[in-house]
């Protein structure tokens, strides 16, 4: 017994020492390039008004209509046809559908290849990627800036000027392009989607205490907050205080900050108390009218509220449909509306794709980005998961530009569009997580006076990240 | 007869107190299984008492998420970490208890010392020194840091103190047996009760671990449970009734060694208690 025990130890030993001998790892890759000082960020304009026109842009659609199969010039990368580009591009990310989306690149580069790496959030990814970063070891070729982040990739310094490989900006819409832009005006990303908001609402609710479920209606009813805290009154009132008019009160905080397009900080110094007590003060008037179900944003019990029928609606962005209407509420087809939010247009998330600067599949990585810009690309991504593409000629398309199935034949199209001409758009920065969480945080409670509350979240901002002042 | 009745008064008390206890214990056990048989809207509606129909369709998700392919994964890393964590414990704890050397008191305080250091500190520096040593696409970085695991050396070396007699390894010595031979023929057999609670110990730290699989390991293939559970869903919605499913067959192992050797694992744990 006692030779058995010390053999199977000395036994494991072996075989988990052995194992490794089989590792081979040759990332070669160099360091962080996150400068020390990144922070330091010269941040453009606080806020811009996107007023250009998102009219089909000549350009783009040219461009796009001749990239439909052949291997013609738009296909070409740095001078090889898309049967010489090759390599084999690392991929992570938090949704297994983009593998398949990427992967859609193959009909037209048959030669790239890919190593996928689920990764469980986004907040995993950027402690995946700075660890990667900083030690040298794989670093993805394609990287995935989400929105919260992306003000962070800004600065970090380790994207390629993908303008430098024949992709081309203008193909975009023009508010997702500028913020595809880094400080210093370099094109460092496409954009996955398109995110502008809207007011998801129950058809049978809005029947039922409302007398009509037509989107312009409702939107009629709801043009401004006053009116939206009223409809929200009459829908509990006669619900019996069975309906709710939102799940919660954060869950305005997204369209509410959106919606103001300033930032909480300028430079280093915070804004909160000067750019949102308004806002604070707003959700607080909300809350006392009652008409929220009190359920926090992203809990199981806000998801289940979708499918439940005690709360009428919820302010979001297009890609709701496919990541928390549908998973919520997967009986709920032709039974949910869009309207406007009351308050103005304003975009909710995004994903902008990067290429990282020390890769050494900058050629595939661009094939990539070519395909994803195409009609095929994009119509692809919406066929897939109902991403709303960047690309400005595709709206003019009409696997795009029809009525819904899902929101009950309404062309939800013809409003994002709309949206996307006129919204207010925030620029992201560095560290714009921390303020979204303190401010959703923060109006989960909402004790205390407007000031008291934006000086709270100063105190909490400071508390996570020290460099920063009142 | 009073002071009878008052005593079965008392026992009674006392097994209804473990009952309610146990009931507490086991409730959330209970409802992990039965929410691994549901989907979303059931659990969100609150109908988590009852038998769902959606086993098989949890049960598809994550077979398609390569469920059991992370679970031998987290098998064999978390057996042959464990195995080294032990080993190795066992013998600094030998060396620290029964030997005298220079600078003893000192070299022991550091090894204790290092506890007092979270593992995230030194995380980029260990996954440079992966990627140097060519071990990065090997399970090697989630094995090799237990060798050098503070709490086991400490945890060893009180036990050993006190349960393995010096009379003994001169016993040994006299009988021609080396040193090694000491530790591996005499000292192992005798600390075994502090070789189990110290297994179940550094098996549940491997097995939940996820913050090193998830900076270090790239391929999908050799995910352990932690990062498939934690992947399977959406960003947004979770899976919950597919996650508690993998939750619940990643205990069943767990449950099943311990109740192998709960025997073992308690005097373990009842001795270090008393002798330490």
Redesign the interface.
């Known amino acids: 017994?006692?030779?058995r025990?010390?053999m199977?130890?000395?036994g494991?030993?072996l075989?988990?020492?052995l194992?490794?001998c089989?590792?081979?790892?040759?990332?070669e890759n160099a360091g962080s390039q996150e400068s020390a000082g990144a922070q330091q960020e010269e941040e453009k304009q606080p806020q811009e008004a996107a007023a250009e026109e998102t009219e089909a842009g000549e350009t783009g659609k040219d461009a796009a209509e001749s990239a439909s199969g052949e291997t013609d010039d738009y296909y070409m990368v740095n001078g090889k046809t898309p049967e010489e580009v090759t390599g084999n591009i690392?991929f992570w990310s938090?949704?297994?559908?983009f593998f398949e989306m990427v992967e859609k690149m193959n009909t037209i580069y048959p030669n790239v290849t890919f190593?996928?790496?689920?990764?469980?959030?986004?907040d995993?990814y950027m402690?995946?990627l700075?660890?990667?970063l900083?030690?040298?070891?794989?670093v993805p070729d394609i990287l995935a800036m989400e929105i919260n982040n992306l003000g962070r990739f800004y600065d970090m310094g380790i994207c390629d000027d993908l303008e430098t490989h024949g992709i081309d900006p203008s193909l975009l819409v023009p508010y997702l392009e500028e913020m595809g832009r880094d400080n210093n005006g370099t094109f460092i990303g496409i954009p996955n989607t398109a995110a502008p908001g809207g007011l998801y609402y129950r058809r049978d609710i809005a029947k039922e205490y409302l007398g009509t479920d037509d989107p312009d209606e409702i939107t009629a009813m709801i043009k401004d907050w006053d009116s939206f805290i009223e409809t929200g009154k009459k829908i509990k009132e006669a619900s019996g205080g069975e309906v709710s008019m939102i799940p919660g009160i954060d869950t305005l905080v997204q369209p509410l900050v959106n919606q103001t397009g300033l930032r909480w900080r300028d430079g280093n110094k915070l804004t909160v108390q000067e750019n949102f007590t308004d806002v604070i003060a707003l959700m607080q008037k909300i809350k006392d009218a009652d008409i929220d179900a009190g359920l926090d944003v992203?809990t199981?019990?806000w998801?289940?509220s979708f499918?439940?029928g005690n709360v009428f609606c919820c302010p979001g962005s297009c890609w709701f449909q496919s990541?928390?209407i549908e998973?919520?509420d997967?009986e709920g087809a032709g039974n949910w509306g869009v309207a406007e939010v009351p308050g103005g247009y304003y975009n909710w998330g995004g994903i902008w794709w990067g290429m990282y600067n020390q890769s050494e599949n900058k050629d595939a990585v661009a094939a990539w980005m070519k395909y994803e810009l195409t009609v095929e690309g994009a119509q692809n991504k919406y066929d897939l998961i109902h991403f709303y593409p960047g690309v400005k000629a595709v709206y003019e398309d009409d696997y795009l530009n029809k009525p819904n199935e899902f929101y009950g034949g309404q062309n939800v199209t013809e409003l994002y569009l709309k949206e996307m001409d006129e919204m207010t758009v925030l620029r992201p920065i560095a560290d714009d997580a921390l303020f979204y969480n303190s401010m959703t945080f923060f109006a989960q409670s909402l004790e205390g006076t407007p000031e008291e509350i934006a000086d709270k979240i100063e105190e909490d901002i400071i508390s996570s990240n020290p460099q920063y002042e009142k | 007869m009073m002071k009878m009745n008052k005593t079965k008064w008392i026992d009674g008390l006392i097994n209804l107190l473990i009952i309610v206890i146990a009931t507490v214990s086991i409730i959330p056990f209970l409802l992990m299984f039965l929410m691994a048989t549901q989907d979303n809207q059931t659990i969100f509606a609150g109908r988590i008492l009852t038998l769902g129909h959606s086993l098989s369709t949890n049960f598809k998700t994550i077979v398609e998420a390569e469920y059991f392919r992370s679970f031998l994964n987290s098998l064999f890393v978390s057996i042959s970490s464990t195995a080294l964590t032990v080993f190795f414990g066992a013998m600094a704890g030998f060396g620290f208890a029964k030997y005298d050397f220079k600078h003893k008191k000192l070299i022991f305080q550091l090894v204790i010392l290092t506890m007092l250091v979270p593992m995230e500190v030194g995380l980029v520096a260990f996954v440079w020194e992966m990627r140097v040593l060519h071990l990065s696409k090997t399970f090697l970085p989630l094995i090799l840091p237990n060798m050098a695991n503070a709490f086991s050396v400490f945890w060893m070396t009180q036990y050993i103190k006190d349960a393995f007699p010096y009379e003994l390894i001169e016993s040994g010595r006299i009988d021609g047996c080396t040193d090694m031979g000491i530790f591996l023929r005499m000292a192992l057999p005798i600390i075994k009760p502090a070789i189990f609670t110290l297994s179940i110990i550094s098996f549940l730290q491997s097995w939940n671990n996820y913050l090193l699989p998830m900076i270090m390991i790239n391929d999908p293939k050799k995910f352990t449970i932690p990062l498939v559970i934690a992947s399977i869903g959406n960003m947004f919605v979770a899976d919950y009734g597919a996650r508690l499913l993998a939750v619940a067959a990643g205990i069943l192992p767990i449950m099943i060694v311990f109740i192998i050797f709960s025997k073992q694992i308690t005097e373990g744990l009842a001795s270090g208690a008393v002798k330490g």
């Open positions: 017994m006692k030779k025990l010390a199977i130890l000395a494991a030993c075989v988990s020492l194992g490794g089989g590792g081979n790892g040759t990332s690392l938090w949704d297994p559908n190593d996928f790496v689920t990764v469980a959030s986004a995993d402690q995946k700075q660890a990667a900083t030690s040298g070891s794989d992203w199981p019990a998801n289940a499918a439940q990541y928390v998973p919520n997967p």
